[in-house]
């Protein structure tokens, strides 16, 4: 099944008001947009599988929205987040942004400036979530390797011959070369170039 | 008998001069006063009628005896032109009347006109404990009647110039009437010590044969040359004739030159010169009687005069009473006034206070309802901005109407907590009035309760429906439960457990309205001072809060308290007195 990648923004408000005019205004410039009258209720009801932005007050009765931030910290989200406050907390900004929100916007926001934030925390997402699918793709295709072929791998990706990769797992270059020809097969690349670029792209070189 | 004997001469007159002259001659009338007792006898006019009669013949003359009691009202209506009768009723009539007198009466061989009446003081012959006036005090006197001239005022006029008041000093003062002998038995036989008669009459009861003329003594007796009768007394002057103002005076002259020119007729009356009559006037003056009764009122003014010391002790007394009186008036006016601007400045004073704490309270909601304010603001621009863009964009222009109708929504949320705000921090004077407090719980309430969860406080309201109706200032009643609710909302916030509860009952017909909390309670101190001006525990508080709620709760009538719960927390309550409809 191809996964959905179509953005989709959350209102996270307690205020009505606030909350039913922010998707009035999220949502006439195209976006899919879901609202959630409280950070439990976007945890217990929200998709978090799609690339997105979550739109969120920073102070609610029960759940604020840095302990929502925290909670999606931890499930480890792609989504973004934009900060809606009326308080103008400065130290409250600082962490939020440490902690990876797009950005914190007092109140009343300015319209183009967080429709600009929810594009770019979108575009982060949409990113995010490709480059976690493919790395996920990429760790699925190594653990079908042996372990003497994840050991050829890390050589090959390394950028070692195959002479060396044998001297040094003391095995015969003929050996090595029936591993490496597995492991390009089994890792769907052709060459050790496009192999190593695959890494490079989803592991930050790493294998 | 007297009476008979003038009328029978009258009928003879008229009947000796009727059918001789016409009736078309003047008649002139002439009043005499009915004798007393044995005056008639002395006293007749026989003679002095047919003179007349006989000098004026152009006119008939006509003899009316009045009566005693009647003569008064006879004279009133110019029933007579000329008038007989004996010196006091005289001088009573000149006062009364005008009269004025043209002859006196004078006996051939008699006494002098001008003292020719006295009165006879006398005791019992023998009794030598009665030899003057001075004597008199405690002893029984008798006389026949208080208004006679000769006789009892002759007397009493002699006694007063002694200092002695027969009505108050006397034994006894009795008045037994006439005939005269009864005054005389009176003595004799001992039923009183002292009798009172005019002068002569003795003389004359002794002579027809009545009386023992040794039977009785005078006090301070003497015979005055000419009178021949032993009198107690001084003299006064003999019956006069006088004339009415009304009567005029050429008939009066022509009637005097008659009356002068008659010879000494029956009993040798004749007739002469008018004498002196203030010796009459003196004894009158002097008993305040008569013309002179008014002289008794003016006694007050002398008795004013003799005990003046007195008077102006009392005066003195008075005047310091009404100086007393005017100054209490005026310090309790001043005093009254002093107290209403006393009055007047310490509402003030409270009204400045009740807006003090007013806008502190508000302070210490002013971010919280600063909030409340900029959530519809920013949801307005929301909108706003969301239908520039679809208008921008030309698709779903359908959707700008909804917006629209949120903007307007939003914008009317507010400006209900910007009046709510203003009214409640406006300076006015309370309005008490029949108000439902339902309604205010419920106003405070939607007012309250997103500032209370703004701040993560969950507030729970429970309340006995229908409420009563309590006569209550609205504005007031918000601002107490608006600070209970604020300070509940102040101890609980910074716990685990945030919970504040608001209730309202009806217990033995009064309304308790409740603020309990779960918050970590009051210390000691705050429980002891909760209600005291300028006592916090706020650091951004005024102290005023409390001790106004419990100052406009008692002025409804009611009673706010405040305790911490056995299960933790605080509970602030009042009471509110349902209004009677």
């Known amino acids: 099944m191809e996964p959905d990648l179509s953005p989709v923004v959350f209102v996270v408000d307690d205020d009505p008001a606030m909350r039913d005019s922010l998707v009035f205004l999220i949502g006439g410039v195209g976006h899919e947009c879901v609202a959630f009258p409280s950070a439990e209720a976007f945890l217990a009801g929200g998709r978090r599988d799609r690339p997105g932005c979550l739109v969120v007050d920073v102070r609610m009765p029960g759940m604020s929205g840095l302990d929502l931030q925290q909670a999606l910290k931890a499930e480890g989200t792609t989504l973004g987040i934009v900060f809606i406050t009326g308080h103008g907390d400065?130290?409250?900004?600082?962490?939020?942004?440490?902690?990876?929100?797009?950005?914190?916007?007092?109140?009343?926001?300015?319209?183009?400036?967080?429709?600009?934030?929810?594009?770019d925390a979108i575009r982060k997402s949409i990113a995010a979530t490709q480059l976690r699918r493919r790395r996920a793709e990429?760790?699925?295709?190594?653990?079908?390797?042996?372990?003497?072929?994840?050991?050829?791998?890390?050589?090959?990706?390394?950028?070692?011959?195959?002479?060396?990769?044998?001297?040094?797992?003391?095995?015969?270059?003929?050996?090595?070369?029936?591993?490496?020809?597995?492991?390009?097969?089994?890792?769907?690349?052709?060459?050790?170039?496009?192999?190593?670029?695959?890494?490079?792209?989803?592991?930050?070189?790493?294998? | 008998m007297r009476n008979l004997t003038i009328m029978l001469l009258i009928?003879?007159?008229?009947?000796?001069?009727?059918?001789?002259?016409?009736?078309?001659?003047?008649?002139?009338?002439?009043?005499?006063?009915?004798?007393r007792d044995i005056d008639g006898a002395e006293y007749s006019w026989g003679a002095t009628l047919h003179q007349l009669s006989i000098s004026l013949p152009d006119y008939r003359f006509e003899m009316r005896v009045l009566d005693q009691g009647a003569y008064r009202r006879i004279l009133a209506d110019g029933g007579v032109d000329f008038i007989i009768g004996n010196p006091a009723q005289?001088?009573?009539?000149?006062?009364?009347?005008?009269?004025?007198?043209?002859?006196?009466?004078?006996?051939?061989?008699?006494?002098a006109p001008s003292s020719a009446i006295g009165s006879l003081v006398f005791t019992?012959?023998?009794?030598?404990?009665?030899?003057?006036?001075?004597?008199?005090?405690?002893?029984?006197?008798?006389?026949?009647?208080?208004?006679?001239?000769?006789?009892?005022?002759?007397?009493?006029?002699?006694?007063?110039?002694?200092?002695?008041?027969?009505?108050?000093?006397a034994g006894s003062m009795e008045f037994v009437g006439e005939p005269v002998e009864k005054v005389f038995a009176a003595v004799r036989d001992g039923r009183a010590d002292v009798g009172i008669a005019r002068g002569c009459y003795l003389e004359r009861l002794v002579a027809a044969g009545r009386l023992r003329g040794d039977d009785f003594v005078a006090i301070e007796g003497r015979t005055p040359e000419r009178l021949r009768c032993q009198v107690s007394t001084p003299l006064y002057p003999d019956w006069p004739f006088a004339k009415l103002a009304s009567t005029p005076d050429s008939l009066a002259k022509r009637v005097a030159q008659a009356l002068l020119a008659m010879p000494a007729g029956e009993?040798?009356?004749?007739?002469?010169?008018?004498?002196?009559?203030?010796?009459?006037?003196?004894?009158?003056?002097?008993?305040?009687?008569?013309?002179?009764?008014?002289?008794?009122?003016?006694?007050?003014?002398?008795?004013?005069?003799?005990?003046?010391?007195?008077?102006?002790?009392?005066?003195?007394?008075?005047?310091?009473?009404?100086?007393?009186?005017?100054?209490?008036?005026?310090?309790?006016?001043?005093?009254?006034?002093?107290?209403?601007?006393?009055?007047?400045?310490?509402?003030?004073?409270?009204?400045?206070?009740?807006?003090?704490?007013?806008?502190s309270l508000m302070g210490e909601m002013a971010s919280s309802i600063a909030h409340e304010i900029s959530q519809p603001l920013a949801a307005i621009v929301n909108y706003a901005r969301g239908c520039q863009r679809r208008l921008a964009?030309?698709?779903?222009?359908?959707?700008?109407?909804?917006?629209?109708?949120?903007?307007?929504?939003?914008?009317?949320?507010?400006a209900i907590i910007v009046r709510r705000m203003r009214d409640f921090v406006r300076k006015r004077p309370p309005s008490p009035s029949l108000v439902n407090i339902g309604e205010i719980l419920e106003e405070t309430l939607d007012f309250f309760l997103p500032l209370a969860e703004r701040q993560g406080v969950t507030l729970d309201y429970a309340c006995e429906m229908p409420l009563p109706r309590v006569n209550a200032d609205r504005i007031q009643i918000e601002e107490v439960l608006l600070n209970l609710l604020q300070n509940a909302v102040d101890a609980v916030k910074d716990t685990d457990e945030r919970q504040v509860r608001l209730s309202a009952t009806v217990v033995d017909g009064v309304l308790m309205v409740s603020v309990r909390d779960t918050g970590p309670g009051m210390s000691q101190e705050t429980c002891e001072r909760l209600f005291e001006a300028f006592y916090t525990t706020k650091p951004e508080g005024l102290g005023l809060g409390l001790s106004l709620c419990r100052s406009i709760v008692e002025a409804h009538g009611g009673r706010l308290t405040g305790e911490n719960l056995p299960e933790g927390g605080t509970m602030l309550s009042f009471s509110l007195p349902i209004a009677q409809e």
């Not at chain 2, 005289?90 to 006494?111: D, H, K, N, Q």
């Open chain 1, 138 to 207: 990429v760790e699925a295709r190594r653990n079908r390797l042996t372990p003497r072929e994840r050991a050829v791998l890390d050589l090959v990706v390394a950028g070692k011959p195959n002479k060396s990769i044998a001297a040094e797992l003391d095995i015969s270059v003929k050996t090595v070369e029936v591993h490496r020809h597995n492991v390009m097969e089994k890792m769907e690349v052709r060459s050790a170039v496009e192999l190593a670029r695959l890494f490079s792209s989803c592991l930050g070189g790493n294998p």
């Open chain 2, 11 to 35: 009928l003879c007159l008229g009947a000796a001069v009727g059918p001789g002259w016409a009736d078309e001659r003047p008649t002139v009338r002439i009043g005499v006063i009915a004798p």
């Open chain 2, 90 to 111: 005289y001088i009573e009539l000149e006062a009364e009347f005008g009269v004025s007198r043209i002859a006196t009466v004078e006996f051939a061989g008699g006494p």
């Open chain 1, 90 to 119: 400065v130290p409250m900004a600082v962490r939020a942004i440490r902690d990876g929100a797009v950005e914190f916007l007092e109140k009343p926001v300015n319209d183009q400036m967080l429709l600009d934030r929810i594009g």
């Open chain 2, 393 to 414: 964009d030309g698709h779903k222009l359908a959707e700008i109407e909804g917006g629209m109708t949120q903007i307007v929504a939003q914008a009317e949320r507010a």
């Open chain 2, 124 to 169: 019992r012959a023998g009794r030598a404990d009665i030899p003057s006036f001075a004597n008199l005090r405690g002893k029984r006197l008798v006389a026949i009647a208080p208004d006679l001239f000769g006789g009892f005022r002759v007397a009493w006029k002699e006694f007063a110039e002694q200092g002695f008041d027969p009505f108050t000093d």
């Open chain 2, 267 to 359: 009993n040798g009356l004749s007739w002469t010169v008018p004498v002196d009559y203030q010796p009459v006037h003196a004894v009158f003056r002097a008993l305040k009687i008569g013309p002179y009764e008014y002289l008794r009122q003016r006694s007050i003014y002398q008795l004013a005069r003799e005990n003046w010391h007195w008077v102006a002790v009392v005066v003195l007394c008075l005047a310091w009473t009404l100086i007393s009186l005017a100054r209490v008036q005026y310090l309790v006016r001043l005093r009254t006034q002093q107290l209403n601007a006393a009055h007047l400045q310490t509402r003030r004073e409270r009204e400045k206070m009740e807006h003090a704490a007013r806008l």
